[in-house]
């Protein structure tokens, strides 16, 4: 099947710091991507949904400016926490659409904030 | 708004038998999409098995097979012949026609027992 690359798969940032996660799609072109939130413990939050070429939607409750998503081109897409504070520590995971039906998903990345 | 529920936390299963994992959802919309997702230790969401919801037929995936009450919006997953391997957190996920968001329910973690 199709392969979702997520880069970081572990990261460790100082409070204040800002922290980029690569989304990848590696056999396949994704239009859409879409980034998740997990809490230990709880279900899949959806953050926003990422488009090649145009602004990322975001979910209600959600800043746009703390976490900013670029889709630059049809395999990558970019999650970036800006000055992360420890209440960002979650696990992030991305997916990606190939075609009408399917989504992949990355293997995740778990972020804490010292 | 749509939610997917489902009531089981936790459950437990001897190898080699059957269990199965219950979930229900709420939605006005008649074109969906019903997903089992497995999240192994790893954390990597895994598809387990996808109906649509316009297909009265069950869906099969080897060991893994379906319930789906489309009246009662009721969506269970069976697992035939427990494996070892098939101890992780199962997530019911639900996705309109129209639209390429994926909601979770909380997700039922599942113990094998030897």
């Known amino acids: 099947g199709a392969v979702v690359s997520q880069h970081p798969s572990w990261v460790i940032c100082k409070s204040g710091t800002s922290v980029k996660i690569e989304c990848r799609s590696l056999?396949?072109?994704?239009?859409?991507m879409f980034w998740y939130r997990q809490f230990p413990k709880q279900s899949l939050m959806l953050m926003a949904t990422s488009n090649e070429g145009s602004k990322a939607t975001y979910e209600q409750g959600v800043e746009k400016d703390k976490f900013l998503i670029n889709h630059a081109s049809l395999t990558l897409s970019t999650l970036t926490v800006t000055s992360a504070h420890p209440e960002d520590s979650s696990f992030y995971i991305c997916?990606?659409?190939?075609?009408?039906?399917?989504?992949?998903f990355g293997a995740g990345t778990r972020l804490s904030v010292l | 708004a749509q939610t997917v529920t489902q009531s089981q936390p936790e459950m437990s299963v001897q190898e080699a038998e059957t269990v199965t994992l219950s979930c229900t959802y709420d939605t006005s919309e008649s074109d969906y999409y019903l997903f089992w997702y497995k999240q192994p230790p790893s954390r990597q969401m895994i598809l387990v098995i996808r109906q649509e919801a316009y297909k009265q037929q069950n869906a099969t995936e080897n060991r893994f097979s379906v319930n789906f009450q489309k009246a009662a919006k009721s969506f269970s997953l069976k697992i035939s012949d427990s494996q070892l391997g098939d101890a992780a957190m199962y997530f019911c996920?639900?996705?309109?026609?129209?639209?390429?968001?994926?909601?979770f329910g909380k997700g039922t973690r599942l113990h094998i027992l030897p």
């Open positions: 056999d396949f072109q994704a239009t859409t």
């Open positions: 996920a639900y996705r309109e026609d129209r639209d390429d968001k994926i909601i």
């Open positions: 997916s990606a659409r190939q075609g009408p039906n399917i989504q992949y």
